[in-house]
């Protein structure tokens, strides 16, 4: 039987059911989280997260076969690159919306003309942080800033081990991933810890709303990014890696400087909160 060679360098993919599965996973996973919020059941949550992880770990290991039977040619990681800069671009947006409505009530948090901004005046008591709030931020210099320093040196440890890598030294980079992966997980224990001791919970007004939405969802980035560099923590030890073919750890180095850069703008506008 005559074979033919491919005629082109670009890769189609075999049917997935991972998107399918984990659309679901991802729908289960919100409804689930409004529904722990406002009536404490996490059944539906805890099916969502599972159901995600799964997906994770299931397309994960389809694309990692794919780079390592040669399907990721120069044309194909190429459009991956510029896949990943997209994802983090709307990952920017995201979190522009949550300090754009943080910065709307800091900026303006009362005064006389339409109803609402009276509205806002009684709510906040036209000070920010507003009356229910004062006394009760975190200080800066405590954990957040101990956080700051972990993420600032987890930045450091993972370029560490991307320019390993690059290198050919597959023990630095080994010994690089180790340390990001400790400090993330040290990052996400510490804020737990915070959370736990919060003077204000979710429901008291909009200052804890734009807190615990801007710092929790960097927290969730920070867990995705740590089990993006656990995986491939794993497929450095397994030997997938080489100078000239590494895209994985490169796309979890950029999403992991993206997360330092977050956490920068929220300590010093929402923890520090020098101008306010």
């Given amino acids: 039987m005559a074979t033919h060679a491919a005629k082109h360098p670009y890769h189609l993919v075999n049917p997935s059911p991972w998107p399918a599965v984990g659309a679901i996973s991802a729908l289960l996973l919100t409804v689930g989280l409004v529904r722990y919020m406002h009536y404490g059941d996490y059944i539906l949550f805890a099916i969502g997260v599972l159901g995600m992880l799964f997906t994770m770990f299931a397309w994960w290991r389809d694309v990692v076969i794919e780079a390592?039977?040669?399907?990721?040619?120069?044309?194909?990681?190429?459009?991956?690159?510029?896949?990943?800069?997209?994802?983090?671009?709307?990952?920017?947006?995201?979190?522009a919306a949550w300090?754009?409505?943080?910065?709307?009530?800091?900026?303006?948090?009362?005064?006389?003309?339409?109803?609402?901004?009276?509205?806002?005046?009684?709510?906040?008591?036209?000070?920010?942080?507003?009356v229910n709030i004062q006394g009760k931020?975190?200080?800066?210099?405590?954990?957040?800033?101990l956080n700051t320093l972990i993420l600032l040196s987890s930045g450091v440890t993972v370029t560490w081990a991307h320019q390993a890598i690059r290198d050919g030294d597959r023990k630095n980079l080994i010994l690089g991933l180790w340390a990001t992966v400790i400090l993330g997980a040290t990052f996400t224990s510490l804020q737990a810890y915070e959370y736990s001791h919060a003077g204000f919970n979710f429901v008291d007004g909009i200052y804890a709303s734009t807190f615990y939405m801007a710092t929790g969802?960097?927290?969730?980035?920070?867990?995705?990014?740590?089990?993006?560099?656990?995986?491939?923590?794993?497929?450095?030890?397994?030997?997938h890696f080489t100078p000239t073919h590494h895209f994985g750890l490169e796309a979890a180095s950029w999403?992991?400087?993206?997360?330092?850069?977050?956490?920068?703008?929220?300590?010093?506008?929402?923890y520090w909160d020098p101008f306010f």
Avoid: K
């Fill in 217 to 239: 969802f960097h927290g969730a980035h920070v867990i995705i990014g740590t089990i993006f560099l656990t995986v491939c923590l794993v497929r450095s030890y397994m030997g």
């Fill in 137 to 145: 931020t975190f200080n800066p210099w405590d954990i957040p800033f």
């Fill in 99 to 130: 300090f754009w409505a943080y910065f709307d009530a800091a900026l303006y948090p009362g005064g006389p003309g339409a109803p609402e901004m009276i509205a806002r005046t009684q709510e906040l008591g036209g000070m920010w942080p507003p």
């Fill in 68 to 95: 390592q039977t040669g399907d990721h040619t120069p044309v194909v990681q190429l459009g991956l690159r510029y896949g990943m800069a997209l994802f983090i671009a709307s990952e920017v947006m995201f979190f």
């Fill in 255 to 270: 999403y992991w400087h993206f997360v330092d850069v977050v956490w920068l703008f929220l300590f010093t506008f929402i």
